[in-house]
């Protein structure tokens, strides 16, 4: 039967199947030429998979549901969407409402290859007397791996280039790719949850969004088969998935100079990954706002701290009892200033740039939040003061990220360079706290924004 595929930018692929079979048809005849079609739409009867086939593409599609039809005296158009399409059709031999699975998925991240660092290509510059650059010799060559187990996924990082002439010079393109591979074929929901907890990873440790970029699979069952049915090629094959395509056009969101990067994927190896892959179920809810805060862009001051507080309050809760809480405790039981000071102490931070105490910081921060969060607090908070908690919360949660996946990890002689910005922005501001939580004016410090 006919129909026409689209790929939607924010929901995926979407096919419209006309058929004749409207107010005027008898919805009993099924001997017409669409009567298929008509129980798919009538009486929400669609397959889950089907077959795409024109001229220019062919995609086999997985998880298929109608959206609904639109119709008149004799004309009908029906929409189908697919939670998974992949490219090409899938083998003969494997019944076609069988799930889809994949021993192995790979997927490509905007900002993956920039934060990792992990280059194929490395130039050596050779000078002339006057220090000119007179020859430029090129070393390009695959990384090797690097693999680290996360459940029952063992997870790889690897990296990919190609050369092309299309243009005179040298060009080389590299990516990065992200790889998951179960021992037994997996369905790509469990796939992407994997790849997710290296997504979320990756999102804190550069405070930004951290999209996948696109997802490919080497399978048998996608194969090319000579007649005698042995393989004569695995081609890579794109998978579109509902759940990530909406991604797939956003930029990158850092540059080669790494630029707002806390720390890059050298400091933290595998061993780092696959600590924070292996953190309880119960840090999700650390995890979830802060990494869906970072990842959107335009958002308002106010739900900067709300989102940042919801994260840190379930970390102050696992982390447990830390030395000196008791001073922030209401009628004798922990508050969100508690949960907050947990934090804050169980990273060591000196926040003697711009707070009195660590308690009275926890506290400013609080109030803020809790000033937000209750509609019978009157008005919001002042604006700076909410920005600067923000900040706070931010530096805060990405530096709790990296504790957990790297515990012995030390700055440099620099230091935590999210502390170093809090200072310099308390300054701009012209802003500190008290040891009683009370926000304080002190003489701004000028910032040459030249620099």
């Given amino acids: 039967m006919g129909a026409s595929l689209f790929l939607d930018a924010d929901r995926g692929v979407r096919v419209v199947v006309p058929f004749r079979g409207g107010f005027g048809f008898d919805l009993g005849d099924d001997n017409s030429q669409f ?20 001229k220019r593409a062919e995609f086999t599609l997985f998880g298929v549901r109608s959206v609904g039809y639109s119709s008149n005296l004799s004309y009908a158009e029906g929409t189908l969407r697919a939670a998974v399409a992949v490219e090409g059709q899938r083998d003969y031999e494997i019944p076609l409402d069988a799930p889809l ?32 650059v007179i020859r430029l010799s090129g070393t390009v060559e695959t990384v090797p791996p690097q693999s680290w187990v996360q ?30 591979s179960f021992p037994s074929p997996r369905s790509v929901d469990d796939h992407l949850t994997e790849q997710r907890k290296v997504q979320s990873f990756v999102v804190l440790m550069v405070g930004n969004a951290v999209p996948f970029a696109k997802h490919q699979v080497r399978d048998d069952g ?18 579109l998935v509902s759940g990530t ?13 790494r630029r707002g990067v806390l720390v890059p994927f050298a400091d933290v ?56 809480e008791r001073a922030t405790y209401y009628r004798g039981r922990p508050a969100t200033k508690t949960w907050f000071f947990r934090c804050f102490t169980y990273l060591g931070w000196d926040c003697s740039g711009f707070a009195d105490s660590t308690a ?20 919001f908070p002042d604006l700076a003061e909410t920005i600067l908690v923000g900040r706070v919360l931010g530096a805060t949660v ?54």
């Fill in 35 to 54: 009567s298929a079609v008509r129980r798919w739409f009538f009486n929400d009867a669609v397959p889950p998979n089907l077959v795409f086939v024109s």
């Fill in 101 to 132: 699975t994949f021993g192995e998925f790979s997927s490509q991240l905007s900002g993956l290859y920039e934060w990792s660092g992990l280059t194929a290509a490395t130039w050596r510059p050779d000078l002339d007397d006057e220090g000119k």
């Fill in 151 to 180: 459940g029952e996924a063992t997870m790889t990082l690897t990296s990919n280039w190609n050369s092309t002439n299309i243009k005179p010079g040298l060009h080389v393109d590299e990516w990065l790719v992200l790889r998951s």
């Fill in 222 to 239: 996608f194969a090319v088969r000579r007649a005698d049915r042995s393989i004569a090629e695995r081609p890579l094959r794109e998978v």
């Fill in 245 to 257: 395509v909406a991604e797939h056009q956003q930029p990158a969101s850092i540059d080669r100079n």
């Fill in 269 to 324: 190896g595998v061993d780092g990954l696959e600590r924070w892959g292996a953190l309880d179920k119960a840090w999700e809810r650390f995890i979830f706002p802060a990494v869906g805060l970072l990842s959107r862009d335009g958002v308002f001051a106010e739900d900067r701290v709300s989102s940042l507080s919801m994260s840190l309050e379930a970390a102050g809760n696992l982390l447990g009892e830390v030395e000196g």
């Fill in 360 to 379: 009275g910081l926890a506290k400013a921060c609080a109030d803020n939040y809790n000033s937000i969060k209750h509609y019978d607090r009157g008005d």
């Fill in 398 to 451: 990405r530096s709790l990220a990296l504790k957990l996946a790297k515990p012995d990890h030390v700055f440099g002689s620099n230091g935590n360079p999210l502390l170093r910005d809090l200072v310099e922005q308390f300054e701009h501001f012209g802003m500190r706290v008290n040891g009683e939580g009370k926000w304080v004016q002190v003489e701004p410090v000028e910032v040459d924004d030249t620099l």
